[in-house]
C-alpha cells in the first residue's frame, strides 16, 4: 500500500468522526459478509447513510485504505489488551499462557455491541485479501511478540513442521470464533457458550502444536528418504 494512504487512513481512525466510524464500521460489516473484493465504495457509502456518495473516498482514498482504516480501528486497542496479558503474569509462562494471551482479547470482540459484532469474520476475508505483515509488525507488537514466544516454545520441532504449525494457527483461531461470531448473531450460540468455546480452542490449539510427528510426517521432511512404495 502506498505510504501515503496508509497515513491518512491512521490519521482518520486514530480519531474519527462520527461520519468516519460510521463508514468504518460500515465497511467492517460489508467486507465481513461479502468478502472484500466484492465491496465497492458506493456500498460503504450506502451502508453508512452517507448522502455524500464520494464520502468513503474522501475520507480513506480507495478501497485498501478503508481496509487499513478498518484495522486501525480495531488492532491498537486488541495489542493492547494482550501486552496488559502479558505484563500481568508474574510466575510461569507456558504455551497455554501464550495462546491465552493471544486468543481471549480476541474472544473479548464477540462481546455484543450497538453495531452488531462483524471483526473476526472481517479479519477472516482480510487474510484472504491481503496479508500485509508490515503493517501488523507495526500495529501489533505484542501479537508479534506472543507468537514469537509460540514459536520459541515449539522450536524443538522440524523447522518445516514448526513454520506450518505456526501458519495454522491464526487460521484455526479465526475460523473458530468467526463461526461463533456469525452464530452469535443468529441467535444459535448463547453468550454463556462462549467461554467453553474460547477454552476448548485453547486446548486444541496447545495440542495441534504440540503433536508428536507420525511416520508418514518424519518421512516427507526435507532431507529424509522418502518411504518406500
Known amino acids: 500500500m502506498r505510504q501515503g494512504v496508509t497515513d491518512k487512513a491512521r490519521r482518520v481512525s486514530e480519531n474519527p468522526g462520527s461520519g468516519e466510524t460510521a463508514l468504518i464500521l460500515a465497511a467492517e ?3 465481513a459478509e461479502r468478502g472484500i473484493e466484492a465491496v465497492a465504495l458506493r456500498h460503504v457509502n ?3 447513510n452517507q448522502r455524500n456518495m464520494s464520502a468513503a473516498h ?32 508474574s510466575g510461569k509462562r507456558d504455551l497455554r499462557f501464550y495462546l491465552e494471551a493471544f ?18 469474520r472481517f479479519m477472516q476475508q482480510y487474510e484472504r485479501f491481503r496479508q500485509d505483515y508490515a503493517v501488523a509488525r507495526e500495529l501489533t507488537p505484542f501479537s508479534v511478540e506472543i507468537y ?5 516454545l515449539i522450536g524443538y520441532l522440524p523447522e518445516a513442521v514448526r513454520r506450518l504449525r505456526i501458519g495454522y494457527l491464526i487460521n484455526m483461531i479465526h475460523s473458530v470464533l468467526a ?6 448473531g443468529q441467535g444459535k450460540v448463547a453468550p454463556a457458550e462462549i467461554a467453553l468455546i474460547a477454552a476448548n ?11 508428536p510427528l507420525s511416520i508418514d510426517t518424519q518421512d516427507l521432511l526435507p532431507g529424509e528418504p522418502s518411504a518406500s512404495p
Open 201 to 211: 480452542l485453547i486446548d486444541m490449539c496447545a495440542s495441534a502444536l504440540t503433536a
Open 29 to 31: 460489516r460489508l467486507f
Open 46 to 48: 450506502q451502508a453508512a
Open 103 to 120: 486468543i481471549m482479547p480476541l474472544v473479548e470482540e464477540l462481546r455484543p455491541r450497538d453495531e452488531g459484532n462483524f471483526y473476526i
Open 179 to 184: 463461526i461463533a461470531e456469525e452464530r452469535l
Open 58 to 89: 474522501y475520507h480513506f482514498g480507495s478501497r485498501e485504505g478503508l481496509v487499513h482504516a478498518v484495522l486501525m480501528y480495531r488492532w491498537p486497542d486488541l495489542d493492547r489488551r494482550r501486552g496488559a496479558m502479558l505484563e500481568a503474569r
Open 148 to 152: 514469537a514466544h509460540i514459536e520459541r
